[in-house]
């Protein structure tokens, strides 16, 4: 019988049993997905956030203070499937719903990898 990977949840956080907080299945995937799309990449107008590694990350930040249009949003698609197949090959995009209101802009991902389905919620606004 085999386990289910456990590893560390992004953004780090404090467990009342570790040092830091772990976690399998759903909750494991949300947080790898999470850090690749809100991980600012290397761009024309930015050097990347990671110095080991400017080129990891989704570039949603070219998102923000853009108007918040259709070509936004298809935008906003394209830099998250593009990224996930970069950076997490296993995971396969199911969908990306995009929810515009006013000028705030939400992104409703949905992925699986095996058998492990997750949604999260992004915003430009979180970077």
């Known amino acids: 019988m085999s386990r289910a990977p456990q590893n560390l949840l992004v953004p780090f956080r404090r467990d009342k ?4 907080a772990a976690g399998t299945g759903a909750e494991l995937l949300a ?5 690749v799309l809100l991980t600012e990449g290397a761009t024309p107008h930015s050097t990347g956030e990671l110095p ?17 249009d259709a070509v936004l949003a ?8 593009d990224a996930l197949a970069r950076w997490l090959p296993g995971v396969h995009l199911v969908q990306v719903r995009v929810e515009q ?18 949604e999260l919620d992004v915003s430009p606004r979180d970077l």
């Open 52 to 68: 080991w590694r400017t080129s990891f990350g989704a570039g949603l930040a070219r998102l923000r203070h853009q108007r918040n």
């Open 17 to 20: 049993k570790r040092d830091f």
């Open 101 to 118: 209101d006013a000028a705030m802009l939400t992104l409703r991902v949905r992925v699986r990898e095996g058998d492990t389905t997750a």
């Open 31 to 35: 947080s790898k997905v999470r850090q």
């Open 74 to 81: 298809e935008l906003a698609r394209v830099y998250i499937r």
